[in-house]
C-alpha cells in the first residue's frame, strides 16, 4: 500500500509540466479509479457525469420540506438532474439545491440562481441560507 501511495504521489508530482486540463483528468482518475492506476490503465482518462432522459422523479428518503421544494423546481424549470437536500440539520432553515435545466442553456450563473430564486418564490424568504449548484445541460 505504501508502495502504491510513493508511486501516486510521484507520479503527480512529475505532472506538474502539463497543461491544466490535462492535470485535472489525470488527478480525477487516479482518485476515482485507483485500481486502474495501479495497473496503469487510467492515463488521462475522466469518469462522465449521466444524466437521466426522463422526467425527474424524487427519491422515496426526501422529507415533506425537501419535497415541497423538488415539486416547486421540478415544475417550474423541468430539470434534467435534481437534487435538494436540508443542510440545516433537519429544521428546514438551509438547504443544498443542485440543478440541471435547459432552462439555464445560454445564462450566466447569477441569471441561472435568480431563475431558482424567482421559482421558489416566498419560500426561499423563509430560509437561512441556500447553497445553489446550477448547471445547463
Same mark, same amino acid.
Given at each position: 500500500?505504501?508502495a502504491?501511495?510513493?508511486?501516486? %504521489?510521484? =507520479?503527480?508530482?512529475?505532472? *506538474?509540466? $502539463?497543461?491544466g486540463?490535462?492535470?485535472?483528468?489525470? $488527478?480525477?482518475?487516479?482518485? =476515482?479509479?485507483?485500481?486502474?492506476? $495501479?495497473?496503469? *490503465?487510467?492515463?488521462?482518462?475522466?469518469?462522465?457525469r449521466q444524466?437521466?432522459?426522463?422526467?425527474?422523479?424524487?427519491?422515496?428518503f426526501?422529507?415533506?420540506?425537501? %419535497?415541497k421544494?423538488f415539486?416547486?423546481?421540478?415544475?417550474g424549470?423541468?430539470?434534467?438532474? %435534481?437534487?435538494?437536500?436540508?443542510i440545516?440539520?433537519?429544521?428546514?432553515? =438551509?438547504?443544498?439545491?443542485d440543478?440541471?435545466?435547459?432552462?439555464?442553456?445560454?445564462?450566466?450563473?447569477?441569471?441561472?440562481?435568480? %431563475?431558482?430564486?424567482?421559482?421558489?418564490?416566498?419560500?426561499?424568504?423563509?430560509?437561512?441560507?441556500?447553497?445553489l449548484?446550477?448547471?445547463?445541460?
Amino acid at each position: 500500500m505504501a508502495a502504491l501511495r510513493s508511486s501516486v %504521489l510521484a =507520479m503527480r508530482f512529475s505532472s *506538474t509540466t $502539463r497543461s491544466g486540463a490535462a492535470l485535472a483528468r489525470s $488527478r480525477s482518475s487516479r482518485i =476515482m479509479f485507483p485500481n486502474a492506476v $495501479r495497473n496503469g *490503465t487510467a492515463a488521462g482518462a475522466c469518469a462522465q457525469r449521466q444524466y437521466s432522459t426522463g422526467a425527474v422523479e424524487p427519491p422515496e428518503f426526501l422529507s415533506e420540506g425537501e %419535497l415541497k421544494i423538488f415539486n416547486m423546481l421540478k415544475e417550474g424549470l423541468g430539470p434534467e438532474k %435534481l437534487e435538494v437536500q436540508d443542510i440545516s440539520g433537519g429544521c428546514g432553515s =438551509m438547504y443544498g439545491i443542485d440543478v440541471v435545466s435547459d432552462k439555464f442553456k445560454g445564462l450566466p450563473v447569477i441569471k441561472q440562481h435568480r %431563475l431558482v430564486n424567482q421559482v421558489l418564490g416566498e419560500e426561499i424568504k423563509k430560509w437561512h441560507g441556500v447553497q445553489l449548484k446550477t448547471k445547463a445541460p
